[in-house]
């Protein structure tokens, strides 16, 4: 993309911006598919693009009409990013020129850049914090959620002679399947646990082993569904002699010297694995405690925030927290209305939202003044770890690489540069620990600061 500043009148700038082919390609096929997400529609079948889908799941006729907006302004903060600023609040894009995926086009983004604030003080803070701590018994927990991982079905021994198969029973099953003269290998099997009732099966076959005993064999047909060589759904009928081999319960392991050896060999021992878990649960107990001290001490220094911050970047932030609260939401399938309810109604919501937005921003500005003012920098380490805490499941070099990727470089380097900032805070800080009630006193004098 090539981009050039055309006017700048104080913080206000004019881009004028000149995008690739593949770079019109790739952000209308990103909206295609943020579309589709945000919609729920079904994956694409097999040989059958997103256009397609569209189509038969929604009647969409022309979906790139329907997103064409959105993959414009995907284009802007691109734009911006080649320039290497900051803005106070997303930009938008105009166009220039028709947009056609796989061609050039031109637009002009107009960006507010973002503003410098000052603090009243550039001292260090001083925090109350309570003290580092670590709950042992998570190893325990930890042990046991193994354990329910490599749970297994054993035999039944105590399981009565008279016993029928009920929904929700465990059992052990020797099958032979055939369509016609076919042997269905996938179905058919010498001995396969299945549990009644769960509706692995279709209705026919549920149906069928409900109420056999252990040793009884049954003979039966039922239906299922299934496609032909052209993918057209169709009814397959199936032709089926079921062994009940014996009831099953599920057994988990315990965890000692000899699982641990056969299972872990990596590990001396169960003693080996427990300390290996123990620091495990402490690097993140630690990472979550720093995580901590850093909100305590970004937050007093919000105190010392001075300006006033324009409407506009008040309500992009809002927007934005809306946004991503009805993604997680969709996610849980609870509905904004419902949300809104549980959280006091419509009012008590709304301050409360304004509040999170000024306490999100001041802070975000706040930073940004005791980075500036102490000559800070960043490094690619730094961002690294602007990335881990974004998201700690994803390489931070692969985040990193689809930040810029999509405009976003802008975006990670602000976060990179609050979060030395914030790291900076905390190492200057006057951090005095609050100790708990039974422990006040055995305190001696001093021992309140690191």
């Not at 080996?272 to 305590?296: F, V």
């Not at 500005?365 to 690619?380: E, K, P, Q, Y």
């Amino acid at each position: 993309m090539k981009v050039k500043q055309i006017k700048k009148d104080g913080d206000h700038v004019v881009l004028e911006a000149v995008a690739t082919p593949q770079e019109t390609a790739q952000v209308l096929q990103a909206a295609k598919i943020a579309f589709a997400q945000s919609m729920g529609m079904k994956p694409p079948a097999q040989g059958q693009t997103i256009d397609q889908a569209a189509e038969e799941q929604m009647g969409i006729k022309n979906l790139g009409s329907v997103v064409e907006a959105s993959a414009v302004n995907a284009l802007a903060p691109m734009a911006v990013d080649k320039r290497n600023i900051i803005p106070a609040f997303p930009p938008k894009a105009a166009a220039k020129s028709t947009f056609r995926p796989g061609e050039e086009f031109r637009f002009e983004v107009e960006v507010d850049l973002k503003p410098e604030y000052e603090l009243t003080s550039y001292e260090p803070v001083h925090i109350k914090a309570q003290p580092f701590s670590m709950n042992d018994s998570l190893v325990d927990h930890q042990l046991e959620e193994m354990a329910e991982r490599y749970t297994a079905y054993v035999e039944d021994e105590d399981a009565a002679a008279d016993r029928t198969v009920q929904k929700g029973d465990h059992i052990r099953i020797a099958m032979e399947a055939k369509e016609g003269d076919k042997e269905l290998k996938g179905l058919s099997t010498k001995s396969r646990t299945y549990t009644a009732g769960e509706g692995y099966m279709p209705e026919g076959f549920e149906q069928a082993i409900l109420g056999m005993k252990a040793g009884e064999t049954k003979e039966f047909t039922f239906e299922g569904p299934d496609f032909d060589k052209d993918m057209n759904e169709r009814t397959q009928v199936i032709d089926a002699k079921v062994t009940v081999l014996c009831f099953e319960k599920e057994q988990a392991p315990t965890i000692d010297d000899e699982w641990v050896q056969a299972n872990m060999p990596m590990y001396k021992g169960i003693d080996d694995l427990r300390r290996d878990m123990a620091k495990g649960i402490e690097r993140q107990a630690r990472m979550e405690y720093d995580a901590y001290l850093r909100q305590l001490a970004a937050a007093e220094l919000a105190s010392r925030f001075e300006g006033k911050i324009a409407d506009e970047v008040y309500e992009a932030m809002r927007d934005q927290m809306v946004a991503n609260i009805r993604m997680d939401l969709q996610q849980q399938g609870m509905t904004w209305e419902q949300f809104v309810e549980q959280n006091g109604g419509e009012q008590q919501f709304s301050m409360m939202l304004m509040l999170q937005v000024r306490q999100m921003l001041t802070q975000g500005f706040a930073l940004d003044a005791w980075f500036r003012h102490h000559g800070l920098s960043v490094t690619d380490d730094d961002i690294r770890e602007a990335c881990r805490a974004l998201n700690p499941q994803v390489n931070p070099d692969q985040l990193r690489k689809q930040a810029e990727e999509s405009g976003q470089g802008f975006a990670l380097r602000e976060s990179a540069q609050r979060l030395r900032a914030n790291n900076d805070l905390v190492e200057t800080a006057e951090v005095e620990i609050i100790e708990a009630p039974d422990q006040a006193g055995s305190a001696t004098e001093g021992d309140g600061e690191l």
